[in-house]
Nanobody, 127 residues
């Protein structure tokens, strides 16, 4: 069984930065793409950023390009989301997720392509 545990959420002022972490259990972490999604109240859970299993390829939703960076440390079974120049519209619960399939070439961007999810961490950006 795979467990994903997010941390690092909190309250930050607009323009500030936060780093989210997602620690994964299991010995096959390095074989799977990982992603961050977010869900604001009353809205769908949306893709934010994803990283391939080797860490060579990344994908971002347009609204966070140039502000957020996803990276991973396979030796620590951890994926990170560095968030900078944050905006009030970044306020949401952030979830990390693991790809359903190993070693996919293209990082998937829909939530239906991820099978394990963390419990979420709240990020609030004040104006």
């Amino acid at each position: 069984q795979v467990q994903l545990v997010e941390s690092g959420g909190g309250l930050v002022q607009a323009g500030g930065s936060l780093r989210l972490s997602c620690a994964a259990s299991g010995r096959t972490f390095s074989s799977y793409a990982m992603a961050w999604f977010r869900q604001a109240p009353g809205k769908e859970r949306d893709f934010v950023a994803g990283i391939s299993w080797r860490g060579r390829d990344t994908r971002y939703t347009d609204s966070v390009k140039g502000r957020f960076t996803i990276f991973r440390d396979n030796a620590k079974n951890t994926v990170y989301l560095q968030m900078s120049s944050m905006k009030p519209e970044d306020t949401a619960v952030y979830y990390c997720a693991r790809d359903t399939y190993e070693r996919r070439v293209v990082v998937p961007i829909t939530r239906y392509e991820y099978d394990y999810w963390g419990q979420g961490t709240q990020v609030t950006v004040s104006s």
